[in-house]
């Protein structure tokens, strides 16, 4: 529950990929309050951060500026599929139909893979 409250933190208050001080300010409370829920929890944390003194705000303002915005999500290389025997017949027999014009090559490539695969 924590994790999901944290990044609907992050998607609300961030501006210009920033990070905003509350957010610095409940991951450095994490486990401050056990044995209240995620909503309750939630409006704790933030009465306490109203109580804050300004000297703490202006230190987690400075650290909110300078803690640069990562999002979670990784992101994954494609997957690459292993080329089909056709693809692999184009490939080889292309230079033969060079001489047929341009929108009727992969007709000619066609007929030459039927009569290859009979």
Do not use: D
């Not at 509350?22 to 829920?37: D, E, N, R, T, Y």
């Not at 703490?56 to 089909?84: N, Y």
């Amino acid at each position: 529950m924590f994790a999901r409250t944290v990044m609907m933190r992050l998607r609300a208050t961030r501006t210009m990929l920033g990070v905003s001080p509350f957010l610095i300010f409940v991951k450095k409370s994490k486990g401050a309050l056990p044995g209240i829920g995620g909503r309750q929890r939630g409006k704790q944390l933030a009465k306490l951060y109203k109580a804050l003194p300004k000297a703490e705000l202006t230190k987690l303002k400075t650290e909110a500026a300078r803690t640069p915005f990562k999002r979670s999500c990784v992101k994954r290389a494609p997957k690459t599929r292993k080329p089909h025997k056709f693809a692999k017949f184009v490939a080889a027999n292309y230079k033969s139909v060079r001489s047929v014009p341009y929108k009727k090559r992969l007709a000619a490539l066609a007929a030459k893979w039927k009569k290859a695969q009979k």
